[in-house]
């Protein structure tokens, strides 16, 4: 079975997207000297390459960050064969600037031949932050090495999905809700600009916004997320088993749960 990386690309601005993703086409040609063929993503503008071995997704994805990271964020979509860490403490400078994501990609292949790809995470003002996401196919190795000695790893858990049109936790695109978008202050039929409602999460029933990150629905599906990476469950059935939790999410040290992901994982789940 061929293993699929899946590498998105999608237009900065509305820009001539057409004629700029065929330039990107033209320039993997001229390098490789074959065709790359993207395919249009379903929604929104953009396209996604698909890339059967990993050192070649890797290349390709550092390459295109490279030269067309001005016009087009390029990244690579996860999938449940990769283990993501966040790591900390590293060093993700050179003369004061904050290293691009493919350099610390490149950084840390030196090291890891496993690595598929190297993510800068931002605080909630878009702001870059000295945390990198990085994510490997098979193993994660014990220590970290190619950015510093004094890295420390945890285990990375994906927010929780969010539905923009009724606030609950799934994919906007499975909701089942027939009504218009809710407000997300009190869950009424009416614009957030338009109410003047106490707060009422339309999830718990709390006095809080539904974005509210302290929300316990919140922490639950937050937590299921944590149980389904390190038991190798779907995210659905650790929903179902994940009881409602009020204190915070404890997350255990990479090491540790490392091996329980790797012992559960399977590999029967496709790129697209
Ligand atoms: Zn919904
Ligand atoms: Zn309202
Ligand atoms: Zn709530």
Known sequence: MHTKFKINIIPRANNDTRASLENIQETMRKVDGRPYNYRSLERGPGAYLLINELKDARFWLCFLQLRFSETFTIYL???????????????????????????????????????????????????????????????????????????????????????????????????????????????????????????????????????YPQCPENKRHKAAHLTSLTEGISYATAVKKTAAISSTVQRPPTAQIVKTVSENVTDNVNAD
């Open 77 to 211: 979509v996860d999938s449940p064969r990769y283990k993501a860490v966040v790591l900390k403490g590293a060093n993700t400078k050179a003369k004061g600037d904050w290293l691009p994501n493919h350099k610390l990609t490149e950084k840390l292949a030196e090291k890891h031949s496993n690595v598929v790809s190297a993510q800068r995470l931002l605080n909630k003002d878009k702001q870059p932050t000295g945390a990198v996401k990085v994510s490997f196919l098979g193993e994660v190795p014990t220590k970290i090495l190619g950015l510093g000695n004094r890295t420390r790893s945890e285990i990375y858990v994906p927010p929780a999905p969010r539905c923009h049109k009724c606030h609950g936790f799934h994919r906007s695109y499975a909701c089942k809700a027939t009504e218009p978008v809710k407000c997300p202050k009190c869950g009424g039929d009416h614009d957030e600009a338009q109410c003047k409602n106490r707060h009422s999460c339309v999830n718990c029933g709390g006095a809080h916004h539904a974005y």
